[in-house]
């Protein structure tokens, strides 16, 4: 089965600085990797996804994240932390567990991002 | 231009009542999604339904009983309700995956609320 593990679950910056969230993943297919970000009281909003075209993925708001098969890892990062940043974020992995119509997504546990002003 | 909706987005109860939680989705999608987020904001998948039919059943209560009446609507029935169905439900869509469907695009979500 495949499943992601987010490293820290609080990771705090200053405004300006570099942003990295931790995220590996476990699977025996090629993955389909998601960042998702959920900001207070609101729903989930796809960040950027892998899906093997490339393994540099650009997303929206400045982020992007790099797929690394040697590492099993997706790290998240965006160079310059805004505060607008601030909001939880979910790494995950798509697995079709031989689904024909459906896939379930498999969310790590979600990283707490702060932005210090 | 809502993507997928759902109502009500607050929804205070007490235990042992049935409540209905209803989702819509416009973007033409054929498979449609329930998760439930937890206090420590883990979430976890519980059904899928493809064109209205049955496709994931993540050992739920079946306390819980989705419906859906067509492909653009999935809405969930909980009868009896318990302390520990307290939590965030969101609904979620895709379209199939021979036509890239690994992507879900998410509602807004409704917060559950069982005193």
């Known amino acids: 089965a495949q499943s992601v593990t987010q490293l820290g679950s609080h990771v705090s910056v200053s405004e300006g600085a570099l942003v990295l969230l931790r995220c590996n993943y476990s699977s025996s297919v090629p993955p389909y990797l998601f960042w998702y970000v959920q900001y207070p009281n609101q729903g989930l909003q796809l960040l950027l996804k892998y899906t093997s075209a490339a393994t540099l993925v650009k997303g929206i708001n400045g982020f992007e994240a790099e797929f690394k098969k040697s590492e099993t890892s997706f790290h998240l990062t965006k160079p310059s932390a805004h505060m607008s940043d601030a909001a939880e974020y979910f790494c995950?992995?798509?697995?079709?567990?031989?689904?024909?119509?459906?896939?379930?997504?498999?969310f790590g546990s979600g990283t707490r991002l702060s932005i210090r002003p | 231009d809502t993507a997928v909706s759902q109502t009500p987005k607050y929804l205070v109860t007490q235990m042992g009542n049935d409540k209905s939680i209803k989702c819509e989705q416009n973007l033409g999608h054929d498979t449609m999604y329930w998760y439930k987020q937890d206090s420590k904001k883990f979430l976890k998948i519980m059904f899928s339904y493809n064109n209205k039919e049955l496709i994931i059943n993540e050992t739920v209560p079946n306390r819980f009983s989705p419906k859906s009446p067509d492909k653009a609507h999935l809405n969930l029935h909980i009868n009896s309700l318990e302390l520990g169905d307290s939590a965030v439900y969101f609904c979620?869509?895709?379209?199939?995956?021979?036509?890239?469907?690994?992507?879900?695009?998410f509602g807004p979500g409704t917060r559950l609320t069982v005193l």
């Open positions: 995950a992995v798509s697995e079709t567990g031989g689904y024909s119509s459906a896939s379930k997504i498999i």
């Open positions: 979620a869509s895709s379209p199939n995956l021979d036509r890239g469907g690994n992507e879900q695009f």
